[in-house]
């Protein structure tokens, strides 16, 4: 029973663990924001 409760809340951890890792990688990418350019008179 105690293996059994250690290996699901391992499961769930590493479950846990991706997904904050998917997240991570994700949020990293951040458009690059370009000014308008300005016509000179």
């Given at each position: 029973m105690a293996?059994?409760?250690i290996?699901?809340?391992y499961e769930q951890?590493?479950?846990r663990?991706?997904?904050w890792?998917?997240?991570r990688k994700l949020g990293?990418?951040?458009l690059k924001t370009t000014r308008p350019k300005t016509k000179k008179d």
């Open positions: 293996d059994n409760y290996e699901r809340q951890y590493e479950a663990k991706a997904a890792e998917k997240a990293k990418k951040k």
